[in-house]
């Protein structure tokens, strides 16, 4: 499975960006579509992700209430809108697809079994 993570930028702190994650020609039923950064120095973090079906989302509460994670199954597509970004959430953007939803691994990196290629996000204060 490729997946194609794009939409990062620059941004001014208070800004919104739109990243988007997409897997041409493939279906994920079953699948959880996460979104995790990884800023310098620092360890790879989950940051949002979403159950194809069903549509459940679940966040890191550094990012509630001001990031939005979707998907598009026409699309074959996931996004991540960030609103009201802050300079501490400049990092590299991965996507990433786990064939299998558990409650208890979702938010881990190890447990994903495909990741797309990063996306840089910098929020200048």
């Known amino acids: 499975v490729q997946l194609q993570a794009s939409g990062g930028g ?3 702190a208070g800004g919104s960006l ?3 994650c997409a897997a041409p020609g493939r279906t994920f039923s079953s699948y959880v579509m996460g979104w995790f950064r ?6 790879r973090e989950f940051v949002a ?8 989302t679940y966040y890191a509460d550094s990012v509630k209430g001001r990031f939005t994670i979707s998907r598009d199954s026409t699309k074959n597509t996931v996004y991540l809108q960030m609103n009201s ?3 501490e959430d400049t990092a590299v953007y991965y996507c ?3 064939r299998t939803f558990a409650s208890a691994t979702y938010r881990f ?3 994903y079994d495909y990741w797309g290629q ?3 996000v910098t929020v200048s204060s």
């Open 118 to 120: 990063g996306t840089l």
């Open 96 to 98: 990433a697809a786990d």
């Open 49 to 56: 992700a979403i159950r194809w079906s069903g549509n459940n």
């Open 38 to 43: 990884q800023a310098p120095g620092k360890e």
């Open 10 to 12: 620059l941004v001014q």
């Open 85 to 87: 970004l802050k300079p």
């Open 18 to 20: 739109r990243l988007s």
């Open 109 to 111: 990196a190890r447990a």
